[in-house]
């Protein structure tokens, strides 16, 4: 997402970035963009918003959609149709979904909705992050285990975790 406040016009009464992440500003210098955008804000009148759950399922959706397109070569069958071959044998070893483990490091709102949509089509759930919340494990039919069992038994892995300045969690 691109904000520039700066150019946004008159009168600017809310900033709110609908983004899961992080959000991009015009200013190189700024280490943190958000809080560049509320000190900006509050120096100018206008109220800073954050809206936490306006994007989770998009993100969770299209984290779904690019396992589909791992699972079935779409993106590679895609691109030598478009080069005039059709390479059905070479892209035919796709795999289902179904039965197969997905990991999700970082079982936040996003990795919430991932797990739903992959339960659903009868993938095994394992989940690892920085807190472990067992009720979760009963809501949403899911597993808590180490990085390293997680790693070594998931067929896909899905990373949903904020960054925490230089301090990494992978």
Same mark, same amino acid.
């Given at each position: ?12 009464a ?11 500003? %015009? %200013?190189?210098? @700024? %280490?943190k963009?958000?809080? $560049? ?46 080069? /005039? ?5 070479? $892209? ?12 999700? @490091? /970082?079982?936040?709102? @996003?990795?919430?909705?991932? /797990? ?24 949403? /039919?899911?597993? $808590?285990v ?19 300045? %230089?301090?990494?969690?992978?």
């Open positions: 997402n691109f904000v520039n406040l700066k150019d946004a016009g008159d009168p600017v809310v900033a709110a970035p609908a983004s899961s992440g992080s959000v991009t500003v %015009d %200013d190189e210098s @700024i %280490d963009p958000l809080d $560049y955008i509320r000190k900006y804000a509050e120096e100018n009148g206008i109220a800073v918003k954050n809206t936490p759950r306006a994007s989770s399922q998009s993100v969770a959706e299209l984290a779904m959609a690019h396992m589909f397109s791992c699972a079935r070569f779409i993106s590679a069958a895609g691109a030598t149709m478009r080069a /005039g071959k059709w390479e059905k044998k070479a $892209y035919g070893a796709g795999i289902e979904l179904g039965g197969k483990t997905l990991g999700i @490091i /970082g079982f936040g709102r @996003i990795g919430q909705e991932l /797990g739903k949509m992959c339960k659903a089509l009868g993938m095994t759930v394992l989940v690892t992050g920085r807190t472990v919340k067992p009720e979760l494990e009963e809501k949403f /039919g899911v597993k $808590y180490t990085m390293d069992e997680l790693l070594a038994q998931s067929d896909f892995v899905s990373l949903h975790t904020p960054a925490l300045g %230089d301090k990494p969690f992978v």
